[in-house]
Nanobody
């Protein structure tokens, strides 16, 4: 079992920045994928950014150049630095962990609200 605890969400004005953190605990395998997804009201959950344990990253098109994902493997923690935030970034952000055996876990979600 893996537990994911997210933090760092909140209310910010357009153009501002926020940093999300997600700490994983439990049975953590060295090879894994961690990422951030988001879901706005009435919309499907979408990938924001992901990073493998080797450091390879991928980003959703709408956040490229504004968001940066990083991780600290020693702390089993993944971060999402969000800059130049827009009202359309408003959503619940979920942390995701996938082990090498494809076990899939989700955090409880953290609200990000960007005011115009």
């Amino acid at each position: 079992q893996v537990q994911l605890v997210e933090s760092g969400g909140g209310l910010v004005q357009a153009g501002g920045s926020l940093r999300l953190s997600c700490a994983a605990s439990g049975t953590i395998f060295s090879m894994n994928f961690m990422g951030w997804y988001r879901q706005a009201p009435g919309k499907q959950r979408e990938l924001v950014a992901g990073i493998t344990s080797a450091g390879s990253t991928n980003y959703g098109e709408s956040v490229k150049g504004r968001f940066t994902i990083s991780r600290d493997n020693a702390k089993n923690t993944v971060y999402l630095q969000m800059n130049s935030l827009k009202p359309e970034d408003t959503a619940v952000y979920y942390c995701n962990y996938i082990s090498f055996s494809l076990e899939n876990y989700w955090g409880q979600g953290t609200q990000v609200t960007v005011s115009s």
